[in-house]
Structure formats: C-alpha cells, structure tokens
C-alpha cells in the first residue's frame, strides 16, 4: 500500500506525545495506518464513528472529561461534520484537534475526491478555523505540538491538513 506507514508513525506518536488519548475516525485510505495504530495502542481509545460529525461529540466529552483527543478524518468527513463544529465546538469553546487529510487536490488519481479538495481551505477560512499544512516529515512534530496549543489557549478547533507529499509515497 503507498500510504506512508512511516509518516503515519510520526503523526501518531507526536499525537501521544502532546498527550491525545482518544482518536476519533472513520475508515479512509490515507489513515489506515493511523487508525490501526490508535486501535493497537493499549493507552491509546480509538472510537470507530458512523459518521464524522460523531467525533466532535466524542471530542467535546473527552475535553470535559479532561482527556485530549484528536479527530482523523478525510476532508470530505470534515465537509460533512461542519455543523457539529459550529453549533457545538466553536459555540462552546471546545479545544477541537482536527487532522484532515488533503484529497483532491495535485496528484489526487480519485475523480470524486476533488470537489472536496477544491472547497476544503475555503470552508475552513469561513468558519475562522486556523489550518496548517503538514506536506514533510519533519514538520509534523513542531506542527502538532502547536496546533495543540492553539486548541486550547484558544478554546478552537484548529486543523491540520494532511498532504499528498506527507501520506503518499508514490511507487
């Protein structure tokens, strides 16, 4: 599979190391190893959702339970679960650590993963959420640890935007 299992192990262990114990996800290609690392990790909660919009639920709990947590999820998850990050993080002031992977945009081999790569940024900027992109390996650490920040300095959700060039190796 071309999906960068190495750079999967890098973004699950800074997830760790900033303290996140529960992650959120739907199946999706580019987060296979990701979620089956959460699943395998014996301190590590991996709720499996129907949908995304059930993961900022499970996030907003896990905060006020005091636990951090992480939501995996593809772009178009994230297009689906705007209302559940308005009507509820933002309004709520929810620390909401959302790491997105990036579909549809140069490279995507998908044809209906791109209308979602072409509006994901936007949508974002509309909902005032502050995005960073993770495109290298030696990124991924600084950024995470930061975005975490951010979520809770700010009371927000922040994303992390997962790239081609970071998930992908291409064969």
Same mark, same amino acid.
């Given at each position: 599979?071309?999906?960068?299992?190495?750079?999967?192990? #890098?973004? %699950? *262990?800074?997830?760790?190391?900033?303290?996140?114990? +529960?992650?959120s996800? #739907? =199946? /999706?290609?580019?987060?296979?190893?990701?979620?089956?690392?959460?699943?395998?990790d014996?301190?590590t909660? &991996?709720?499996?959702? @129907?949908?995304?919009?059930? !993961?900022? !639920?499970?996030?907003?709990?896990?905060h006020?339970?005091?636990?951090?947590?992480?939501?995996?999820?593809?772009?178009?998850? %994230?297009?689906?679960?705007?209302?559940?990050?308005?009507?509820?993080?933002?309004?709520?002031? +929810? =620390?909401? #650590?959302?790491?997105?992977? @990036?579909r549809?945009? %140069? !490279?995507?081999? *998908?044809?209906?993963?791109?209308? !979602?790569?072409?509006?994901?940024?936007?949508?974002?900027?509309? &909902?005032?959420i =502050?995005?960073?992109?993770?495109?290298?390996?030696? *990124?991924?650490?600084?950024k995470?640890?930061k975005?975490?920040? #951010?979520?809770?300095?700010?009371?927000r =959700?922040?994303?992390? &935007?997962? /790239?081609? *060039?970071?998930?992908? /190796? /291409?064969?």
């Amino acid at each position: 599979m071309p999906v960068s299992a190495s750079s999967s192990r #890098l973004i %699950f *262990d800074a997830l760790k190391a900033n303290g996140v114990r +529960i992650m959120s996800a #739907l =199946p /999706e290609t580019w987060l296979v190893h990701l979620i089956r690392m959460a699943e395998e990790d014996p301190e590590t909660t &991996l709720v499996r959702l @129907a949908k995304e919009e059930e !993961g900022v !639920g499970i996030s907003t709990g896990a905060h006020l339970a005091g636990v951090r947590s992480a939501m995996l999820m593809q772009n178009h998850g %994230f297009l689906a679960s705007v209302n559940g990050i308005v009507s509820c993080a933002q309004l709520y002031r +929810i =620390p909401l #650590l959302m790491l997105v992977s @990036a579909r549809g945009e %140069f !490279g995507e081999r *998908d044809p209906w993963q791109t209308e !979602g790569g072409l509006v994901t940024e936007h949508v974002l900027d509309a &909902l005032r959420i =502050p995005t960073e992109r993770l495109g290298s390996q030696g *990124d991924v650490a600084r950024k995470i640890s930061k975005a975490m920040t #951010l979520a809770y300095s700010a009371s927000r =959700p922040v994303a992390l &935007l997962l /790239e081609r *060039d970071l998930m992908w /190796e /291409e064969a």
